[in-house]
């Protein structure tokens, strides 16, 4: 009863989440509106049958997912892999990332006759989901139809979970039909349980994110751009969003008054904010270049209107600060910044990676700002002490590398299920 009034209210819903993708994120992202069908569950012909599908939900998940994917294409190469997600940045980066080597396709939406024909047709024989996609109406009918259902890198948050407990016996239904689930530590794994997850189901693998690493092409990519920007004092800020790029840009502007040689780095979480940072650096009255033309030398902002290149270039720089904490968004990620031996400067809000940013700050990697003033206070300071900024850097690389090792265990996880 529980799983069909979920899908009725779904079903209601139907028309403005069409609207919603359509016409208001379409607008702003024409890709959107791309394979629009694959949102209500119709699959491309081309897609194998009996296949791993791994669903990450937008790039984020997608970087982080990589290294995984990597050695479960090589450990079964004679599975086909379906990678799905749900945006069209995330669906861009899978084809950056794979090229043909794994097939791609949005994940429908939990309607119940979308995700049905989804699993029925396709007959998966693993669905692989990271972090925290937990849909009452996939897991249902990839259960009915003995898929096993693999929760990976799993993470709930104190304030995640409360939500969670309000819809008790729509979250008992998830937990019923996960096969297992790899939790990030105890506390979360206790998190899950406590919701209804047979502790027999539970294993603690640590956090996939803490095993980034640069590959060649990116560390060639990495010394390019060095080169061309030269020896100045460099700051980047990754992953900004609206109300978080003005202030970015207020503190740089403060800071070369303290710094006249100083280069800010701003990439913008999402592409249709590109524009708009431009926009900003405009009207501040800042030379900027954009990542995708040509780089004036006098440039003090570089706007990385690209995609899927945050993760070298966090290693141009001296010290970063991660986006989406100068405003309530929990944060992102900012392992990719430790990666290159990069300290990390962070807004309050981290709630999203609860899970990391203590071990950093403890060994620290990491020093959070409460705001914009104590932000050019903290960038100011590092890029005058070369010595502290490296210190930094390394005790962030440090944490990275003592937490690593999520991805073996999680493989080991995933080769029970398919020997099954």
């Known amino acids: 009863m529980t799983r069909l009034i979920y899908s009725i209210t779904l079903i209601l819903l139907a028309p403005l989440i069409a609207f919603y993708l359509y016409q208001i ?8 509106r791309a394979h629009f069908g694959e949102r209500f569950g119709a699959i491309d012909p081309r897609l194998p049958k009996e296949a791993i599908i791994i669903h990450c939900a937008s790039v984020g998940e997608v970087l982080a997912a990589a290294p995984l994917i990597k050695k479960v294409r090589e450990q079964h190469p004679n599975d086909s892999i379906i990678v799905t997600c749900n945006t069209p940045t995330g669906r861009d980066e899978i084809t950056k990332q794979f090229k043909d080597s794994v097939h791609v396709c949005y994940l429908p939406i939990d309607f119940g006759f979308a995700v049905h024909r989804f699993i029925k047709t396709l007959k998966p024989k693993l669905l692989l989901v990271l972090e925290t996609e937990l849909w009452p109406n996939l897991f ?7 898929c096993p259902v693999a929760v990976v890198n799993a993470r709930l948050s104190e304030k995640s979970y409360r939500g969670y407990q309000k819809v008790a016996s729509l979250t008992r239904l998830i937990m019923s039909n996960i096969t297992v689930l790899a939790s990030h530590n ?10 209804g997850l047979s502790s027999q189901r539970v294993s603690t693998t640590g956090s996939i994110k803490f095993d980034v690493t640069l590959d060649a092409h990116d560390m060639q990519q990495m010394h390019d751009l060095s080169a061309q920007l030269g020896l100045r004092p460099i700051w980047i800020a990754g992953s900004t969003h609206p109300g ?10 403060k800071l070369l008054e303290k710094i006249p040689t100083a280069l800010l780095i701003i990439a913008p979480r999402h592409p249709e904010q590109f524009s708009p940072v ?16 040509p ?10 209107d690209t995609l899927g290149e945050l993760k070298f270039l966090y290693g141009c720089a001296q010290i970063s600060f991660i986006g989406g904490s100068l405003i309530e968004r929990g944060g992102h990620n900012p392992l990719e910044s430790a990666a290159s031996s990069v300290g990390v400067l962070s807004g309050p809000s981290t709630y999203n990676f609860s899970h990391i940013y203590p071990q950093l700050i403890a060994q620290q990697g990491a020093q959070i700002c409460a705001d914009q003033s104590e932000l ?4 100011s300071k590092y890029l005058h002490d070369p010595k502290a900024t490296k ?9 990275l590398a003592l937490n690593q090792g999520a991805i073996s265990r999680t493989l080991n996880i995933i080769d029970s299920l398919l020997e099954q």
């Not at 249902?140 to 003995?146: Q, S």
């Not at 431009?278 to 033309?293: I, P």
């Not at 780089?295 to 990385?304: E, F, I, K, M, R």
């Open 295 to 304: 780089y004036n030398p006098n440039s003090q902002v570089l706007l990385a």
């Open 376 to 379: 050019l206070a903290q960038v």
């Open 140 to 146: 249902y009918y990839a259960n009915k139809h003995h």
């Open 244 to 253: 978080e790029h003005e202030q970015i840009i207020a503190v740089h502007k």
């Open 186 to 195: 105890e506390e979360d794994a206790h998190r899950f349980v406590e919701l």
């Open 278 to 293: 431009a926009d900003l650096l405009s009207d501040a009255g800042l030379c900027f270049s954009r990542r995708s033309g």
């Open 25 to 32: 994120r379409g607008k702003k992202n024409l890709g959107y």
């Open 391 to 399: 210190l930094l850097g390394a005790q962030a690389h440090a944490c």
